[in-house]
Nanobody
Framework: QVQLVESGGGLVQAGASLRLSCAAS????????MAWFRQAPGKEREFVAA????????FNTDSVKGRFTISRDIAKNTLYLQMNSLKPEDTAVYYC??????????????????WGRGTQVTVSS
């Protein structure tokens, strides 16, 4: 059983940067495909970025193109999401997700087995 704990959220002004972290325990982070999703009030949870076990990366290019970066530190069992040039529309709860053995960077909710509780990101205009 894998536990995922997100951190790094907060309240920032438009144009600022934040780095989210997702600490994984109960497994080896490198053996999982992992991703970030987000959910704004009244909206469905949406894909943000993913990294597969093979190292392949995918982004929701429509919403985060050129602004967000996903990375992982295998030694620390931690996934990161670097968010630059934040916009008010980035306001959401950000969730970390993992799936054992997922080689590719999966984009859909159902491909992930484990979820964190989320961290709130609020961007003011």
């Amino acid at each position: 059983q894998v536990q995922l704990v997100e951190s790094g959220g907060g309240l920032v002004q438009a144009g600022a940067s934040l780095r989210l972290s997702c600490a994984a325990s109960g497994g080896t982070e490198s053996s999982y495909g992992m991703a970030w999703f987000r959910q704004a009030p009244g909206k469905e949870r949406e894909f943000v970025a993913a990294i597969g076990r093979s190292g392949g990366i995918a982004f929701n290019t429509d919403s985060v193109k050129g602004r967000f970066t996903i990375s992982r530190d295998i030694a620390k069992n931690t996934l990161y999401l670097q968010m630059n040039s934040l916009k008010p529309e980035d306001t959401a709860v950000y969730y970390c997700a993992a799936s054992q053995g997922l080689l590719y960077a999966a984009r859909t909710l159902h491909e992930y087995d484990y979820w964190g509780r989320g961290t709130q990101v609020t961007v003011s205009s």
